[in-house]
């Protein structure tokens, strides 16, 4: 498929919109019982489309042409794109935020140009140029970030404060698409060699055909890439199961200003330090990751997935917490708290089973329709007898905590639907309405006082203008010593829908670091969790990064203003 710049795409629907998720032909108006349900919590709609893209402010292309010159001499001239809609389509990522800038017509923070290697050397020329001239490089993968990862400045699109404003001549977004083959499949291993720009479904269709499988699912799986997901610590829906992203990769090819570098020569070594956690989660600050190898396990032959109902989100935190600590996980595993199986759930929940769900009573712009409960996902992939084994063993913990069984269609209605949030999103922008995520993750002691602190900070950060907010949350990922809580805020733009997210956002912020949270269990820290940085990690964590950064990177043109904190702090 070809998009109008023409880029290719191998992502199931086709490139996304520019302004949004997904292609063009995936979008459906927002569904009346959505709008009705929020209509009753105080939140109405307002029409709000996007802008036309010939609408969209671009600032003029900066790039000295003796540059664009030994760019095109790298890649190919066709491979240096200029164009309105290339420069666009790389404007930041695919935070709530982002849209809405981009929907306004605000492209400030586009790139002045998108550079398309096709393979690491080209990347390591590519970087050498960039370095010599100060141009600031973007690495960019599926450009799905939700924490201004894409953006090297700040949100308001000034230099960071640690970024001089004459140090650089202009920004290249380096866009990892052409890296898109798996070079090697190692079965006796179980590892294989996947290119950095590889999508979620290319990788995993390239892996089939050796009856192999990554298992790395995360809801952006349809545009992000296997550079990305290492980039970033990404996290999928299936990590109890496979493991998070970078418990899955076993070594990295990184191509960085000073050359290149290869973390991980063997699945486990007692060599020092393991380097490959540094390029792990480096953002694109250090280097350019440009391939990933990693475990790999045989294509699974059954999938199971079940729904169930616990009292409470209480009970349900005991009832995972039990489970990781007996090693007895499911391949996915995700319990709603009450709102979200309220407000998302209903339907499903009430498809296949037995549960009374309570007619609704009057709904208020603090209440939802209350389903008794919460809903719990579990889900198994594997061999037959394995699946069978574990589905039996974890059911009757879950039972003997009380819950109750609704059945494989909520189970199988929850796979069908696992990619659709991103869409909705797009049709809540458009009436006016904002949806945005944050997440964090905490040790066991702490996550249910951390799931109150951040309810109350968010739902008071945007109601103090008179604005209802409804918060949902749901535990996506388990671990033997904690959890990860996944926020879903709602709530009307209001005029000025950016200021009343970064309220509820730096409220959310505080809360989680005063609640024993993590500042990020997955989305990584962009530009967005700078300001918890130093918190997270102390002053000397930040001095070893920095000392990191200034051996790759010495003059500093790799996503400067992401990942550190600001200098003068
Ligand atoms: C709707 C939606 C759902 C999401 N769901 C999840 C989820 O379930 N789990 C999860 O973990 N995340 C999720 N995310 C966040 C996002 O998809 C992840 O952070 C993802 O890992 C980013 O991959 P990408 O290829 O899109 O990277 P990009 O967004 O292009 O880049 C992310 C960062 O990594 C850098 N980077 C990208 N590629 C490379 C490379 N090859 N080398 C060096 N640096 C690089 C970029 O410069 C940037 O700083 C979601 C995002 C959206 C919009």
Not at 70 to 76: F, P, S, T, W
Not at 314 to 329: I, P, S
Not at 377 to 394: F, H, I, K, Q, S
Request: overall charge negative.
């Amino acid at each position: 498929m070809t998009s109008e710049s023409g880029e290719h795409s191998d992502a199931p629907g086709g490139d996304p919109v520019w302004w949004g998720w997904g292609a063009a032909e995936a979008h459906h108006p927002l569904p009346a019982a959505v709008r009705d349900l929020l209509a009753a919590l105080g939140i109405a709609a307002r029409p709000s489309p996007p802008v036309d893209l010939a609408d969209v402010i671009l600032a003029p292309a900066r790039l000295p042409v003796e540059v664009l010159i030994e760019l095109r001499a790298v890649v190919g001239a066709d491979h240096v794109l200029e164009d309105r809609e290339a420069r666009v389509r790389h404007c930041r990522g695919r935070s709530t935020v982002d849209l809405l800038r981009l929907r306004a017509g605000d492209a400030s923070d586009a790139p002045d140009v998108v550079v398309v290697p096709a393979d690491h050397a080209q990347v390591l020329a590519v970087l050498r140029i960039c370095s010599h001239h100060r141009v600031i490089v973007v690495p960019f993968g599926g450009g799905t970030s939700v924490v201004g990862g894409l953006v090297p400045s700040t949100p308001t699109g000034t230099s960071p404060a640690d970024v001089p404003a004459d140090a650089h001549i202009g920004v290249v977004a380096l866009d990892l698409r052409r890296l898109d083959s798996v070079r090697e499949v190692d079965p006796v291993s179980g590892t294989a060699v996947l290119g950095a720009g590889l999508r979620g479904p290319a990788a995993e269709a390239l892996l089939a055909e050796h009856g192999l499988t990554l298992g790395h699912v995360p809801q952006s799986w349809e545009y992000a890439t296997i550079g990305g997901f290492a980039a970033t610590r990404s996290s999928g829906q299936a990590s109890a199961g496979y493991g998070r992203f970078d418990q899955l990769v076993t070594g990295l090819r990184v191509a960085t200003p000073v050359g290149t570098w290869e973390p991980g020569r063997v699945p486990a070594s007692a060599a020092g330090p393991d380097l490959r956690q540094l390029a792990l989660g480096s953002e694109g600050a250090f280097g350019v990751i440009t391939e990933v190898r990693v475990r790999v396990r045989p294509l699974p032959r059954r999938r199971r997935f079940e729904g169930w109902r616990v009292a409470n989100l209480a009970a349900g935190l005991d009832l995972l917490r039990e489970l990781a600590q007996r090693d007895l996980l499911p391949t996915v595993c995700r319990l709603s708290d009450e709102v979200e199986t309220a407000a998302g759930l209903a339907n499903a929940v009430t498809a296949g089973t037995d549960v009374t769900v309570p007619a609704t009573s009057a709904v208020t712009p603090t209440s939802l329709p209350v389903i008794a409960g919460c809903y719990l996902l579990t889900g198994y992939e594997g061999g037959d007898a394995d699946v069978t084994e574990r589905a039996t063993a974890v059911g009757t913990v879950i039972t003997a905590a009380g819950g109750l069984p609704l059945g494989e269609g909520v189970g199988q209605d929850w796979l069908a639907g696992r990619f659709h949030a991103p869409y909705l999103r797009d049709a809540l922008l458009d009436e006016g309405i904002l949806a945005e995520t944050l997440e964090t993750a905490a040790y066991w002691r702490d996550v249910a006082r951390l799931y109150a602190a951040v309810g109350r900070a968010v739902t008071d950060a945007i109601e103090s203008d008179g604005s209802p907010a409804v918060v949902l949350c749901h535990v996506s990922h388990v671990y033997p010593a904690g959890a990860s809580l996944y926020f879903t805020i709602v709530c009307a733009q209001g005029p000025d829908p950016i200021s009343r997210w970064s309220r509820a956002k730096q409220a959310a912020g505080d809360a989680i670091m005063a609640n024993g949270g993590t500042i990020t269990h997955h989305h990584a820290v962009g530009t967005e969790h700078r300001p918890w940085v130093r918190a997270e990690i102390g002053d000397v964590g930040v001095t070893v990064l920095r000392a990191v950064k200034a051996a790759l990177d010495p003059a500093g043109i790799l996503n400067p203003g992401i990942l550190l904190p600001p200098q003068a702090e």
